[in-house]
């Protein structure tokens, strides 16, 4: 692993160390029933910074220079294992006395890697401008993706639950209606599907706007960054340590062998395609996980503790990746 990577991993680390600081010496304020600086600087992240990143993303994607074999060998086994998560999940939350968002946390846990703070000096230190290319295309469909598809999953468990307890009376198609909207009007559906619509229609973004824009997207890195910290501080991993290392076997082990087996032998891929969606995979948990648990207040203290394993973790479980690789030639 080259210097360039093990300089951005120290420094993610000192950011979250910081963080963890904030929370523990309680600077944004006390973390009780009246007050909890974590979920504001999440809502912060969630309805200002990422759809603000989110939009800008998706409005100037060039769709027509994508490598659309290599993101779908990519994206399909990842998709296969978030579903099949979410399905167990779903199976058995309800025993262990889980909340009704658990299995889409643990989901989204398994599966959403670092592929920016992490991703994106490793693609360029490994594998130069071309593997790097083929990583930020991956990148600019990654949020949008997984993202989007949990958050239907999510709000229809939500909905079911509401119909469960009595809360609603609604008929079935009025509920999944509800769901539907609840699922576009949302702070990361809505700007991807506005930002595909403008790519779309072919517009111009005003430089006003991709200046008001850039500005905002710049926060979301050293803000979720220290929220990984704050949460750390506030929550601890005090229960959570087992389901953090199954999280991380799945996000740094099997979803990368799935990658491999899916692009290798199930769509041809070889040579430099094949180790960008593999090193892809193996990123370790990316901070939106954190961000979604906080939204729908589920696992906070897990999928913080996920984050860091992970990424402590990535320093070894690059280096088998690799070597794989090497021995596939």
Known sequence: MSASVFLKLAAIFVVVALGWVVGKARWLGPNDETSDP???????????????????????????????????????????????????????????????????????????????QVGIPFAAALFGEAGLAIHVALVSLH??????????????????????????????????????????????????????????????????????????????????????????????????????VLIGVLKLLVLPALVLAAARWGFGLSGLPLAVVVMMAALPVGSNALIFSQRYAALEAEATAAIVFSTLAFVATASIWLAVLAWLG
């Not at 910074?49 to 993303?57: D, K, Q, S």
């Not at 060998?73 to 025993?95: D, G, I, K, N, Q």
């Open 143 to 244: 949020a949008l993706t997984l993202l989007t598809v949990l958050t239907a999953l999510v709000e229809l468990d939500l909905a079911r639950e509401r119909r469960t307890l009595g809360h609603s009376n609604a008929h079935l198609l009025a509920t999944l209606g509800r769901t539907v909207r609840n699922t576009i009007i949302h702070p990361v559906v809505l700007p991807v599907l506005a930002g595909l619509a403008w790519n779309l229609a072919a517009l111009p973004l005003p430089a006003i706007a991709v200046e008001i824009l850039a500005t905002l997207a710049q926060a979301v890195v050293p803000l979720c960054l220290v929220l990984i910290g704050m949460s750390l501080a506030y929550y601890g991993v005090k229960g959570a340590a087992r389901g953090a």
């Open 38 to 116: 974590a979920r504001v600087l999440a809502n912060a992240a969630y309805y200002i910074f990422v759809p603000a990143l989110l939009f800008r993303t998706t409005a100037r994607l060039d769709l027509a220079a994508m490598p659309w074999g290599t993101v779908i060998a990519f994206f399909v086994p990842v998709l296969a294992l978030l579903l099949l998560v979410y399905a167990w999940e779903r199976r058995t939350h309800r025993e262990r006395g889980l909340p009704v968002a658990a299995p889409s946390v643990r989901a989204i846990s398994a599966t959403f890697g670092n592929s920016v």
